[in-house]
């Protein structure tokens, strides 16, 4: 797996595999069905938590395996937070509990407008004392960038200070907004597209997410 900074978005971490590679041509594919377009999301998913996660703070603890003591290297700190944006976000969850079953689950709650892509909130709520916790805040879709914005805005609010956004598909304006409005956000993302279109999607993009995952198109 290799990590490209980009020249212009210094913000950005695009995650490259072949695996991942392949698995988001299937993804973008409109003959997949809802059922591997899940299960899909769910796999890239895995290799992107796999990735943010590796500056996760650690300690050592004696363990006794069956010979001796040996001195382990373990997870410290507070337990992170995975914070989906609804409801899209939903579908990276499982990925991250997968590799981290003692994280905590937050949830935010935003859709489009559809004629103005100004984002509304409908929903939030995240653990007590999140202060000092890591929150990963997911979305497979980073269009204009203002959903994203409008999370990591809510969590400033709390004074959240370490936070990482990860999609699977990023559009360069959506980049663009983060940077101007949260330079210290790190984004990670399987691909960056070429534009947005005039009705606010990703092209080539995968279509919308949330209904693709939830068959509701
Ligand atoms: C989609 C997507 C992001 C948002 C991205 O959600 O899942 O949350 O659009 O667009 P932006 O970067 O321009 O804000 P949508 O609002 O369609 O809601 P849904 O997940 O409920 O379908
Ligand atoms: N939201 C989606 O689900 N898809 C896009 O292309 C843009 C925003």
């Avoid at 400033?156 to 699977?168: D, E, G, S, T, W």
């Avoid at 606010?200 to 939830?214: E, M, N, Q, T, V």
Wanted: proline share 6%; aromatic share 8%.
């Amino acid at each position: 797996m290799s990590i490209k900074t980009h020249p212009v978005f210094p913000n950005l971490h695009l995650v490259e595999h072949p695996l991942i590679a392949h698995k988001m041509a299937l993804l973008r594919d409109r003959a997949t069905a809802t059922k591997t377009f899940k299960e899909l999301v769910h796999e890239i998913t895995l290799f992107l938590a796999y990735e943010v996660t590796k500056d996760l703070p650690t300690t050592t603890k004696t363990i006794h395996t069956p010979l001796e003591s040996y001195k382990a290297t373990v997870m410290s700190g507070k337990k992170p937070v995975i914070l989906p944006i609804l409801r899209a976000g939903i579908g990276m969850v499982e990925g991250f509990l997968q590799l981290m079953p003692s994280a905590r689950v937050g949830h935010i709650g935003l859709y489009r407008d559809e004629a103005t892509l100004t984002p509304h909130r409908y929903y939030f709520k995240i653990p007590a004392a999140s202060e000092d916790r890591q929150f990963f805040v997911c979305d497979p879709m980073l269009a204009t960038g203002g959903s994203a914005c409008i999370a990591i805005d809510e969590l400033k609010a709390r004074n959240i200070q370490r936070i990482v956004f990860i999609c699977l598909v990023a559009a360069p304006e959506g980049v663009k907004q983060m940077l101007e409005h949260h330079p210290d956000v790190d984004v990670f993302t399987a691909a960056l597209d070429r534009q947005l279109s005039d009705k606010g999607y990703i092209l080539p993009g995968l279509g919308d997410a949330g209904d693709r995952l939830f068959g509701t198109r």
